[in-house]
T-cell receptor, first 114, second 109 residues
Framework: DTEVTQTPKHLVMGMTNKKSLKCEQHMGHRAMYWYKQKAKKPPELMFVYSYEKLSINESVPSRFSPECPNSSLLNLHLHALQPEDSALYLC?????????????FGPGTRLLVL | RKEVEQDPGPFNVPEGATVAFNCTYSNSASQSFFWYRQDCRKEPKLLMSVYSSGNEDGRFTAQLNRASQYISLLIRDSKLSDSATYLCVVNTNAGKSTFGDGTTLTVKP
């Protein structure tokens, strides 16, 4: 089973709201990723977790706060977002956080910030 | 200069055509290379990894030239179902993935 699930599928939030995106995989992968994708643009890496520890933060604003409670779960906590943060947020996982690993993507959460 | 650059496209081809996409990368320390496809409003899905010796999977052939820092994807006998955006992906050994902007392919009857 090469499935990564994400909830919710769609999210609308105001700039003062706090919300969380959730990602789950049961493939035994030890690396998990958050990407942001704007329309007609490629995914942009935000965070990488390796063995539940944050290994890469691509200078993401602090209004995005990742959390990896265990090896199967990855959350992205959102607070005080801006309208320009509206995008598709993709979660991915791979066996390891190493160069040759295939990443498996979830279906994404479409976020609209009003 | 972008780290990963792809043919801008779009490519519009008839069924049965052969089409080639090119991708260049700037980081000589890049370790691994992939082609993903992304359908409209869907997540990216791995099409194939790219190996130095070149590799083929059915109608798809991928090649890597490390000296020129160049990757290619060849699709033979295009099908309608091949219509998608094709993303070139380059990884460092720390697991950092950089995506090209993607090339959109439309295969027409």
């Amino acid at each position: 089973d090469t499935e990564v699930t994400q909830t919710p599928k769609h999210l609308v939030m105001g700039m003062t709201n706090k919300k969380s995106l959730k990602c789950e995989q049961h493939m035994g992968h030890r690396a998990m990723y958050w990407y942001k994708q704007k329309a007609k643009k490629p995914p942009e890496l935000m965070f990488v977790y390796s063995y539940e520890k944050l290994s890469i933060n691509e200078s993401v604003p602090s209004r995005f706060s990742p959390e990896c409670p265990n090896s199967s779960l990855l959350n992205l906590h959102l607070h005080a977002l801006q309208p320009e943060d509206s995008a598709l947020y993709l979660c991915a996982s791979s066996q390891l956080a190493a160069g040759g690993e295939t990443q498996y993507f979830g279906p994404g959460t479409r976020l609209l910030v009003l | 200069r972008k780290e990963v650059e792809q043919d801008p496209g779009p490519f519009n081809v008839p069924e049965g055509a052969t089409v080639a996409f090119n991708c260049t990368y700037s980081n000589s320390a890049s370790q691994s290379f992939f082609w993903y496809r992304q359908d409209c409003r869907k997540e990216p899905k791995l099409l194939m990894s790219v190996y130095s010796s070149g590799n083929e999977d059915g109608r798809f052939t991928a090649q890597l030239n490390r000296a020129s820092q160049y990757i290619s994807l060849l699709i033979r006998d295009s099908k309608l179902s091949d219509s998608a955006t094709y993303l070139c992906v380059v990884n460092t050994n720390a697991g950092k993935s950089t995506f090209g902007d993607g090339t959109t392919l439309t295969v027409k009857p």
